[in-house]
């Protein structure tokens, strides 16, 4: 053994401990640094991309209470087409009772997807209002900042219908939040 050290160079000696400190050195270790980096452009990417989700949810409940809306004209003009000279009272009165055991409100859990006027609080309830002297009926349904979404009155045989585009809630979203 001892004849090998003896037959090693100084330029053996000096390659064998590079050799060594260059093992010691992983060149796969993350830093800290890195780590730090990467936690901020997630946060970055994060809060950047949240906003759209948050306005595609509320979008896709506006577009469920329209759909609502649009069930109950329907089912409104059915009942009318079947039965021209019924009062929309009494429509409106059996339509509530059957669509709610249906369809569910996406605002809120404990409110009722469709409500008389009158007794109408809850956010995304669609609201019906009778008028018996006309012989029609006024469906509206709101977004949860009580903007308009749709306006329909049915009066048999024909009914007018006011729908805003999803759209344009989207740009006023935008506009809020500057």
């Given amino acids: 053994m001892d004849e090998n050290k003896i037959n090693e160079t100084p330029e053996i000696q000096d390659e064998n401990s590079n050799k060594s400190v260059k093992k010691d050195e992983n060149p796969n270790k993350i830093t800290f640094f890195e780590i730090f980096i990467l ?28 759909t609502n ?5 329907s089912k ?15 429509v409106s009165k059996k339509l509530i009772e ?3 055991a249906v369809n569910k409100n996406p605002f809120s859990k404990k409110a009722p997807a469709y409500c ?9 309830s669609v609201k019906i209002s009778p008028d ?5 009926i006024t469906v509206e349904a709101y977004t949860k900042d009580n903007i308009l979404l749709v306006r329909t009155v049915i009066q048999p045989p ?10 344009s809630l989207e740009k006023q979203d935008k506009k ?3």
Avoid: H, M, W
């Fill in 39 to 66: 936690i901020l452009l997630v946060i970055c990417v994060g809060l950047y991309v949240s906003p759209n989700f948050l306005l595609k949810a509320e979008n896709r409940k506006n577009a469920i209470v329209q």
């Fill in 69 to 73: 809306a649009s069930i109950f004209t």
């Fill in 76 to 90: 409104a003009l059915s009942e009318f087409s079947t039965n021209s000279k019924i009062k929309a009272s009494v």
């Fill in 98 to 100: 059957e669509l709610n």
């Fill in 116 to 124: 008389i006027l009158a007794n109408c609080e809850a956010e995304g």
């Fill in 132 to 136: 018996d002297k006309v012989n029609s």
């Fill in 158 to 167: 024909s009914f007018v219908t006011y729908t805003r585009d999803l759209t």
């Fill in 176 to 178: 809020r939040k500057k």
